[in-house]
């Protein structure tokens, strides 16, 4: 901005962030392999990897022993399906067996130089270790993920991530990685956040669906036009169902004059271990560090791409504590097909977690497909809520929706058509709507809730 000096030495390197800038990919070689290279190369780790776990995960050996599978003997990437799973209850079991890091660990403690907590819903946190080798291995990935996302070294970024164990805080590293230049906001109330954006001009966040939009409102109600006053160009957004639904998406682009890009992250592995590239048709996972399986939650067996099942995941060098199998409960599905960008990765678009699912009449609903309806139908808000309950011992749900400050729609006509919107979507319908005025339901900050179980535990 202030580059008034030109001296050759200075063109030179303008010349280099030019190219720098114009490179499609962080890492072309890896991003772009062959689909059968790739196997191999995941072959080759995964083998390794399950040869590094036996040997030195207490947890690990015994329960290959346990299930007949020796790293040894595996032949090919399918073999893996003879593994036993881990889940989040085995993590806190085996970490609970050998505080404070648990007998899944695989090195010695003096190793780890980093861990991440998760509260989950059970209140026990959940570690996870990182070596230092780790921890590089896991910015190199954020930096390509962001890179993939359209962030260059002459953006800068405003990091309002939770700094406090959460494993997305040290992502901040992978964008300085890339050469962005990098503000480290964390999770500071809307008003001082929008000062920062305001006074440092920053072109790319990291947030919420719930919160992008929360955030813009919130801009607007103070004076600030996010559109002009602000240089917000690109929002990463993760956490929720909403940057891979079409309409979430496209309401808050049109709020920040922004294009959105939805990341997947899990604490057991990666703040990110998936994002979506330019063409934004679901989310490039790091198919070299991560292997990804899509199961039938119930056989266990693995379903076809584009068909919704598990996603299981395994790390494949991840060395302090090893993620064989690990269950993340999120339905997905999966596209192995190349994509117009170029990246060989499989892309996945996430739809929901499988303890967010309720069953209506045999059906299964998640609420992202109730927010995809109702975030396309004209003339209402978009926030709503859904309420469980029982009626004779079969679940049931009601839905309540906001009307907009514009419409002047007949209340009749505007529930019939999202009536009609919702059996198309769901097969099923609720079995009450009621319509609110505009600002009658809780603006949620960060993670919204949306869902009031109102039934019974053994129902569930
Ligand atoms: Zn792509």
């Known amino acids: 901005m202030n580059q008034t000096i030109c001296s050759p030495q200075n063109q030179s390197l303008q010349n280099h962030s030019h190219q720098e800038h114009d490179r499609q990919y962080w890492d072309a070689t890896i991003e772009t392999l062959p689909r059968d290279e790739l196997e191999k190369l995941q072959f080759t780790r995964l083998?390794?990897?399950?040869?590094?776990?036996?040997?030195?995960?207490?947890?690990?050996?015994?329960?290959f022993i346990q299930a007949g599978v020796n790293p040894a003997d595996l032949q090919t990437l399918a073999d893996l399906r003879h593994y036993p799973f881990v889940d989040k209850k085995v993590e806190r079991t085996r970490q609970l067996v050998k505080p404070l890091l648990g007998d899944m660990l695989a090195v010695p403690e003096r190793d780890v130089v980093y861990v991440s907590a998760s509260s989950g819903s059970t209140g026990v946190p959940t570690l996870s270790p990182f070596t230092a080798a780790d921890f590089d291995n896991y910015q190199n990935i954020q930096a390509r993920l962001f890179w993939a996302a359209g962030m260059r070294p002459d953006d800068r970024y405003v990091h309002a991530l939770n700094f406090t164990l959460f494993v997305g805080g040290p992502d901040v590293i992978g964008a300085q990685k890339l050469g962005?230049?990098?503000?480290?906001?964390?999770?500071?109330?809307?008003?001082?956040?929008?000062?920062?954006?305001?006074?440092?001009?920053?072109?790319?966040?990291?947030?919420?669906?719930?919160?992008?939009?929360?955030?813009?409102?919130?801009?607007?109600?103070?004076?600030?036009?996010?559109?002009?006053?602000?240089?917000?160009?690109?929002?990463?957004?993760?956490?929720?169902?909403?940057?891979?639904?079409?309409?979430?998406?496209?309401?808050?682009?049109k709020l920040w004059n922004a294009k959105l890009y939805d990341f997947y992250g899990i604490s057991d592995i990666y703040g990110a271990c998936a994002g979506m590239c330019e063409e934004r048709k679901g989310l490039h996972l790091a198919e070299d560090d991560i292997l990804l399986e899509v199961l039938d939650p119930k056989t266990h067996e693995p379903v076809a791409d584009g068909a919704p099942g598990e996603m299981v995941l395994t790390t494949l060098t991840k060395q302090a504590r090893p993620m064989i199998r690990f269950r993340t409960g999120d339905i997905v599905t999966a596209d192995r097909s190349p994509c117009p960008c170029g990246r060989t990765h499989a892309r996945i678009t996430v739809i929901g977690r499988i303890d967010d699912m309720f069953i209506i009449s045999g059906v299964n609903v998640f609420p992202s497909d109730v927010e995809f309806v109702v975030r396309n139908i004209s003339g209402l808000?978009?926030?709503?809520?859904?309420?469980?309950?029982?009626?004779?011992?079969?679940?049931?749900?009601?839905?309540?929706?906001?009307?907009?400050?514009?419409?002047?729609?007949?209340?009749?006509?505007?529930?019939?058509?999202?009536?009609?919107?919702?059996?198309?979507?769901?097969?099923?319908?609720?079995?009450?709507?009621?319509?609110?005025?505009?600002?009658?339901?809780?603006?949620?900050?960060?993670?919204?809730?949306?869902?009031?179980?109102?039934?019974?535990?053994?129902?569930?």
């Not at 390794?48 to 329960?63: C, G, M, R, T």
């Not at 729609?409 to 005025?437: A, M, S």
């Not at 339901?441 to 019974?456: G, M, N, Q």
């Open 47 to 63: 083998k390794q990897h399950l040869i590094f776990a036996y040997e030195n995960s207490p947890y690990y050996h015994d329960a």
């Open 180 to 253: 962005a230049l990098c503000f480290w906001a964390g999770t500071v109330p809307s008003d001082r956040l929008l000062l920062i954006m305001k006074d440092f001009q920053p072109t790319v966040t990291w947030t919420t669906p719930s919160y992008a939009w929360h955030l813009g409102e919130t801009a607007k109600a103070n004076g600030i036009d996010p559109v002009h006053d602000l240089a917000i160009r690109r929002i990463i957004v993760a956490g929720e169902a909403g940057g891979s639904i079409p309409a979430t998406r496209e309401a808050i682009e």
């Open 381 to 460: 808000s978009g926030e709503y809520r859904i309420s469980l309950f029982e009626e004779n011992h079969l679940t049931r749900f009601e839905l309540e929706i906001e009307r907009d400050e514009i419409s002047t729609e007949n209340d009749q006509l505007l529930l019939d058509r999202l009536l009609h919107d919702l059996k198309l979507r769901l097969g099923v319908k609720p079995k009450k709507i009621t319509l609110l005025p505009v600002d009658e339901l809780p603006r949620s900050t960060h993670k919204a809730k949306r869902v009031v179980d109102l039934r019974s535990a053994g129902d569930k």
